[in-house]
């Protein structure tokens, strides 16, 4: 069962990622903007909506996720693994469309607080559905209690920060979320 009240204490169980097998990517608006000061500004503004990464570098990545896996059971802990996605899974969201991606990144979409395991909201489209590779690992840690998930967001412009992370920001005039998502339902039925 889920039990984490420190950081400091002896692992015993940890989830490590696998990386998608698919050359193929997307890069919508959330992308560049998440991973802008990464990628560069140069790169950011020429970015086409797909990208894709040589097979080589996935083949690596695997490898060392694979490596860090057989390492850490190696010392008796307990290893979990995410489902592997063996195709391209697109997917419709009433404000967007993307792509299923990996679970690569797990510490990203999931938060042990105490005994509840929290699956956590992503900026990123493509990570929207991400957190279902690690169903299977969430039933066996909780039994199917003590697991929560908070809501999404719904990822359109009019919701996202659009201003360069280490900009000055108007902390007093952000948008309520239930007021955005009210606002785009009336937009939606009433067109």
């Known amino acids: 069962m889920v039990n984490s009240h420190t950081s400091f204490g002896k692992l015993k169980e940890v989830v490590v990622g696998v990386e998608l097998d698919f050359p193929k990517r997307l890069s919508d608006l959330t992308f560049k903007l998440f991973y802008r000061e990464a990628i560069g500004e140069a790169i950011y503004e020429t970015i086409t909506d797909e990208y894709y990464v040589n097979q080589e570098l996935i083949n690596q990545r695997n490898t060392e996720l694979n490596n860090l896996a057989t390492l850490i059971e190696s010392k008796g802990v307990v290893v979990h693994r995410p489902d592997t996605l063996d195709k391209i899974t697109p997917f419709t969201t009433p404000t967007f469309k993307s ?46 209690k003590n697991w929560i998930k908070a809501p999404n967001g719904i990822l359109t ?29 009336v937009q939606t039925f009433s067109a």
């Open 157 to 185: 412009k009019d919701t996202i920060d659009m201003e360069k992370w280490h900009a000055k920001r108007d902390w007093d005039n952000i948008p309520d979320q239930i007021t955005l998502k009210w606002q785009l339902m």
């Open 99 to 144: 792509e299923v991606s990996s679970a690569s990144n797990v510490r990203d979409v999931t938060l042990i607080y105490g005994n509840t395991l929290i699956e956590t909201p992503t900026y990123v489209r493509n990570r929207y559905f991400e957190n279902m590779a690690l169903y299977n690992v969430y039933n066996k840690v909780t039994g199917g």
